[in-house]
């Protein structure tokens, strides 16, 4: 009797670890679920946007570490995410990293019309509706540029690309306009004719801004290349 119940603890024991193998692993990757101590592949996409964002320092070595650790934290108490150091579906899905337990193109499509609804929200909301859906394609123009990261959360969160992200309006919820405009920009308009700057004139503290060479302007903000 007493063989039994240890062949079936021994069962249950290895199923429970089978369990967590696939809910957490696939290979030397984790996905979904990077933290502390993790390696593989998605920790060296994390470490490089995080570097190339500024809340990263460290060497792209695809480990964990207390470095990564510090990063991520930066990162989610800049993007009012929770703060506790786990690159989780949220956190993945704000740095642009989608991977198979994140939901696959549906749920990257509608991650990115959130965060560029945010973005216009943030930016632009009580300009004219045209001017809303301009700034969306002027992020739109820079995932295509070589001169800028290839992803919308890449250029969104771009270190001091936009000041809504260091201030936190980015994390406003975006009303039904700014919803319409960024669906708009997703489906191609482009109100501001291949630009990639824009800037409010009557606030800009930046010379350099102006020596980009001018687009159009709608409503308060300058549109530029």
């Known amino acids: 009797m007493r063989n039994k119940y240890i062949k079936v603890f021994v069962f249950i024991l290895l199923f429970l670890i089978l369990v967590v193998y696939n809910v957490f692993f696939r290979g030397d990757e984790i996905y979904a679920l990077s933290r502390y101590g993790s390696s593989g592949s998605e920790v060296t996409q994390i470490q490089t946007k995080l570097k190339r964002w500024g809340y990263y320092n460290g060497t792209i070595d695809g480990i964990f570490g207390s470095k990564t650790l510090a990063a991520v934290k930066y990162f989610q108490s800049k993007n009012g995410l929770t703060v506790d150091g786990i690159a989780g579906t949220q956190t993945l899905q704000a740095m642009g990293i989608y991977t198979s337990s994140s939901g696959g193109g549906a749920t990257s499509n ?24 301009a700034v969306g394609a002027v992020v739109l123009n820079r995932v295509k540029s070589s001169l800028f990261p290839n992803t919308m959360a890449g250029v969104i969160y771009q270190s001091g690309a936009f000041s809504v992200v260091g201030d936190g309006q980015i994390n406003l919820t975006p009303n039904s306009t700014a919803r319409k405009a960024a669906q708009d920009a997703l489906n191609g308009w482009d109100p501001s004719y291949g630009s990639i700057y824009y800037f409010n004139p009557n606030t800009a503290t930046s010379s350099w801004i102006w020596s980009r060479p001018y687009v159009r302007t709608i409503g308060k903000h300058r549109f530029c290349k």
């Open 110 to 133: 509608s991650s990115n019309l959130n965060l560029l609804s945010r973005l216009i929200y943030a930016e632009a909301r009580g300009e004219p509706y045209e001017g809303q859906v």
